[in-house]
C-alpha cells in the first residue's frame, strides 16, 4: 500500500479547487480524454440494453457525464460529488440529477444504479475502503473505477491525493467489497508514466494546466493527446478496472 500522510498543503478545498484552478482539465486535458477513450473501449463489453441508469461518483465538472450521456442516451443519469461548485458547472453541462454526497459515508439513499462509474477519486480519499464499499452497495450491474498507481508525486498532494495504489492493490480491494473482476487496463507507459506525470512535479508545468484554456493550451492538449497513443495499454499507473456484482458476473 502506498498511503501516506500528506505534507504539502494538506487541508484541501475543493470549492477553491473547482471555482479556478482545475477549470479546462477535466474537460480538454490529453489524460482526461484518454480517460473516456479507455472508457467507452471498456463499456462496449456491456450489453448497452443492460444500462438504464448511470452514475458518476465523483462526477466533478460533469464531463464525463456528457460522454455518458452521449454513450446512453436512453439512461437516466445521476451525479455525485462532494464540492457543491463542481455539481453547478455539471448542471450547466449535462441533463442528471446531482447530489452533494461524500461516499466515504454515503451517495444516496438506498438506490442503486446499472452501471457506476468512479473516475480520478478514490486517491483523494482517506478511508477507500469505506468509498469502494459504497460504490458496490450502489452498484446494481457494473462498476468501471480509475485510478492511479506507482509511486506518488509532490504535485499530486497540492491536488488532495493522500494515496497512489501499488500495482494490484485496487483489484484486491475491489475484490474485498464483493466485485468480480472483468477487466483491467494498465495505460500510461512512458510519455504519461513517468515523464508527464515526473514533468508535473515542476510547479510551472502544473500552474499551466490550471484555469481556463484558450487557443493556445487547447491545441497544445491536442497534440499531447495524439501523442498518448504511444503508451502502453498493458503498463502505467493510471489503471481501469471493469467490474460487476458477482451475482451478475456472465
Known amino acids: ?18 471555482a479556478g484552478i482545475w477549470g479546462d482539465m ?22 448497452s440494453n443492460e444500462i438504464h441508469t448511470v452514475a458518476d461518483v465523483g462526477c466533478g465538472e460533469g464531463s464525463n457525464l456528457a460522454y455518458l450521456q452521449h454513450r446512453f442516451p436512453h439512461a437516466r443519469l445521476f451525479g455525485f460529488d462532494l464540492s457543491y461548485t463542481a455539481l453547478q458547472y455539471a448542471k450547466a453541462r449535462v441533463q442528471a440529477h446531482l447530489v452533494v454526497a461524500d461516499i466515504q459515508t454515503n451517495c444516496t439513499a438506498q438506490q442503486q444504479f446499472d452501471l457506476v462509474v468512479c473516475s480520478d477519486v478514490l486517491e483523494h480519499i ?36 493522500v494515496r497512489s495504489y501499488a500495482y494490484g492493490e485496487l483489484q484486491a480491494k475491489l475484490k474485498i467489497a464483493g466485485f468480480h473482476i472483468l477487466s483491467v487496463v494498465e495505460w500510461g507507459f512512458p510519455l504519461y508514466s513517468p515523464l508527464y506525470r515526473n514533468l508535473l512535479n515542476i510547479r510551472l508545468v502544473e500552474h499551466a494546466t490550471h484555469g481556463r484554456y484558450g487557443v493556445v493550451r487547447k491545441l497544445l492538449c491536442h497534440v499531447l493527446y495524439a501523442m498518448f497513443f504511444l503508451n502502453m495499454h498493458t503498463k502505467g499507473d493510471i489503471i481501469f478496472v471493469l467490474a460487476c456484482r458477482n451475482e451478475v458476473n456472465r
Open 26 to 47: 477535466q474537460r480538454y486535458g490529453p489524460i482526461h480524454r484518454h480517460h473516456r477513450r479507455i472508457f467507452d473501449t471498456m463499456i462496449q463489453q456491456i450489453p
Open 1 to 18: 500500500m502506498r498511503d501516506q500522510t500528506p505534507s504539502l498543503e494538506p487541508q484541501i478545498d475543493y470549492e477553491i479547487l473547482w
Open 126 to 161: 482517506e478511508d477507500d475502503m469505506a468509498a469502494i464499499h459504497t460504490i458496490y452497495t450502489v452498484t446494481r450491474k457494473y462498476a468501471l473505477i480509475a485510478s492511479v498507481q506507482g509511486d506518488i508525486r509532490e504535485f499530486e498532494y497540492r491536488i488532495g491525493h
